[in-house]
């Protein structure tokens, strides 16, 4: 993109952590960009003040119930509005130059596979895209010559020191955790660990479902697949470490002995603006590491005992197919009805492991089967979930 170039953009999921950081950051040089499309799942409200502020040619909340709230609160803009699943995937499809993939869950999984087939620029926050279609997924991309940027700190932090033209000189690949808010606590005291307490990150700012599953270590589980499929690295050669200081981001080991950092203040607009720049970079607000001000950087083996779900996650990225699509469904069941207050935190594990261990492991062929077993391992973790209702 030059300078006097207009890029066009669709926001996937505007009104979330990602997509308002990246409305954030679009905003601070609004005359470079063109806004296709916003969506949301329910919040009418700030997506109305979004598109007020950025005059989208789009508008598409997904709750249909929300469709006059919306229509009426933009009734005389010149802005498009539509509802539903179906409008979703409408506006990932419609012609844009770049693409903020940031629904959170599976519920992201048909627009984000439909921004892929039109061959944009694909920034992709919703790792279940990867984690449960990673083979559908990365077929696509070939196919249709899509470029994915991972927005993920982790992933973002590995694209941008992982060379590419000497893929084989790669030894492995380094994930870096915070720990979570519950690092040091015993397996005791979790029991009695509180929704509040669990989206209460020490050190990120992000939504209710991304905080469990900082806080249980799924979402490391779930990073450790997606930077499997995304960067055809086996799962032997990915690892994890807990780095509590959060300043290193994630690191490539080379067979040489180097081993390549990227090194940041903890700002999601950090990677959401190498992504929204790309292939240059922008200036961002993010405040600047000063080393004379860190004291040291640490690095700790992640306990198993304490946090199964690290391994719950590499036996699904080994068992392959939809295992991983699996172990994703009923987390999303069971960090729900952890956050709804119906089971505790421990519990979280114990449905995913269940269901994991029920089967509905097969090949993975098609979207359809896709959500067909998607919907057998949900109900199936519904139904673990009533057996521990508080």
Excluded at 118 to 133: H, M, P, Q, R, Y
Excluded at 208 to 224: G, R
Excluded at 358 to 366: A, K, M, N, P, Y
Aim: hydrophobic fraction near 45%.
């Amino acid at each position: 993109m030059n300078n006097t170039e207009k890029r066009r953009v669709t926001i996937l999921g505007s009104t979330g952590s990602v997509g308002t950081q990246t409305l954030d950051l679009i905003a601070r040089d609004a005359q470079r960009y063109d806004i296709v499309a916003l969506t949301a799942n329910r919040n009418v409200k700030e997506l109305v003040r979004q598109a007020l502020a950025v005059k989208p040619h789009l508008a598409v909340i997904a709750d249909e119930t929300k469709y006059k709230d919306l229509k009426d609160a933009l009734a005389g803009e010149n802005i498009e509005i539509a509802a539903g699943k179906g409008a979703l995937v409408e506006a990932a499809q419609r012609p844009s130059d770049w693409v903020m993939a940031a629904i959170v869950g599976s519920a992201g999984l048909p627009p984000t596979l439909a921004a892929a087939r039109t061959g944009s620029i694909l920034a992709f926050a919703n790792k279940e895209t990867l984690v449960c279609a990673g083979p559908l997924m990365m077929d696509l991309v070939a196919k249709e010559g899509c470029k994915l940027l991972p927005v993920d700190s982790e992933h973002n932090a590995i694209y941008q020191v992982f060379d590419e033209t000497q893929r084989d000189s790669v030894d492995r690949l380094i994930l870096t955790a915070s720990g979570g808010p519950f690092r040091t606590w015993t397996r005791a005291a979790m029991k009695d660990i509180t929704p509040a307490q669990a989206c209460h990150h020490p050190v990120w700012a992000m939504g209710a479902k991304i905080s469990v599953d900082s806080a249980t270590m799924m979402n490391k589980a779930l990073e450790v697949i997606e930077a499997a499929w995304l960067f055809n690295m086996p799962e032997k050669q990915i690892e994890v470490v807990v780095h509590p200081q959060s300043v290193i981001h994630s690191m490539v080991a080379y067979k040489d002995g180097s081993t390549l950092a990227q090194l940041g203040t903890p700002d999601m607009r950090i990677p959401i603006g190498y992504c929204l720049a790309w292939p240059q970079r922008m200036k961002t607000p993010a405040a600047r590491l000063d080393f004379t001000q860190i004291n040291q950087l640490t690095f700790e083996a992640p306990d198993p005992e304490r946090f199964p779900a690290l391994r719950l996650g590499r036996e699904a990225l080994r068992l392959g197919g939809t295992a991983p699509l699996v172990l994703n469904a009923a987390n999303e069941i069971a960090v729900q009805a952890f956050l709804d207050g119906q089971i505790g935190f421990l519990d979280i594990e114990k449905i995913i492991e269940t269901t994991l261990q029920q089967g509905f492991i097969t090949s993975l062929e098609s979207l359809d089967q896709l959500f067909e077993v998607d919907e057998k391992a949900r109900a199936f973790a519904r139904s673990v979930r009533q057996s521990l209702l508080r």
